[in-house]
């Protein structure tokens, strides 16, 4: 995109929630999270909240693009809320936030999949809110915001840790 604001690529769908978009650390991909309303109710409630400048936990799934936004693919489909994606210092996984296992709970956990879609692995195991997480530039260290040890709900800490 040009500083003008012209030369820009719509790569995604127009009525949802899309965001939280990354590069890789090659620049030759990105990731994103992706929800759209499906059925008439959820459409409604989705633009009842937009009205009041509103949003609400919704299921949300990862997607992956060349960086110019060709050959998208979806690569978590758990019907869930998935989001916060990052690349791996190597390109080859991404590391992301979900409540896959309490998909309408704020029980969230890291999570790390192949660019694929294939070899999902769980990465922490909390049992609270774990998200954001995100690699330092020498990619040896991983920092990350949970609610575990929390002295009170909506407390959240920042982390750091070793990557291997």
């Given at each position: 995109m040009?500083?003008?604001?012209?030369?820009?690529?719509q790569i995604t769908k127009s009525?949802?929630?899309d965001g939280g978009a990354v590069f890789s650390r090659d620049g030759k991909k990105i990731a994103w999270r992706d929800g759209h309303p499906i059925t008439p109710e959820t459409k409604e409630k989705y633009s009842a909240l937009l009205k009041e400048d509103l949003t609400s936990p919704m299921k949300m799934e990862l997607f992956v693009a060349n960086a110019?936004?060709?050959n998208v693919k979806?690569?978590?489909?758990?019907g869930c809320a998935s989001f916060a994606p990052t690349?791996?210092?190597d390109g080859k996984k991404i590391l992301f936030s979900s409540n896959k296992h309490n998909c309408d709970g704020r029980k969230f956990?890291?999570?790390l999949i192949n660019i694929d879609g294939t070899g999902l692995e769980q990465v922490t195991n909390y049992g609270g809110f774990t998200s954001f997480p995100e690699f330092s530039p020498d990619g040896k260290k991983l920092v990350f915001v949970t609610d575990w040890k929390a002295a009170a709900r909506y407390e959240f800490n920042v982390f750091t840790a070793d990557w291997k």
């Amino acid at each position: 995109m040009n500083l003008d604001g012209s030369g820009k690529k719509q790569i995604t769908k127009s009525f949802g929630y899309d965001g939280g978009a990354v590069f890789s650390r090659d620049g030759k991909k990105i990731a994103w999270r992706d929800g759209h309303p499906i059925t008439p109710e959820t459409k409604e409630k989705y633009s009842a909240l937009l009205k009041e400048d509103l949003t609400s936990p919704m299921k949300m799934e990862l997607f992956v693009a060349n960086a110019d936004g060709t050959n998208v693919k979806q690569i978590t489909n758990f019907g869930c809320a998935s989001f916060a994606p990052t690349f791996t210092p190597d390109g080859k996984k991404i590391l992301f936030s979900s409540n896959k296992h309490n998909c309408d709970g704020r029980k969230f956990e890291l999570f790390l999949i192949n660019i694929d879609g294939t070899g999902l692995e769980q990465v922490t195991n909390y049992g609270g809110f774990t998200s954001f997480p995100e690699f330092s530039p020498d990619g040896k260290k991983l920092v990350f915001v949970t609610d575990w040890k929390a002295a009170a709900r909506y407390e959240f800490n920042v982390f750091t840790a070793d990557w291997k």
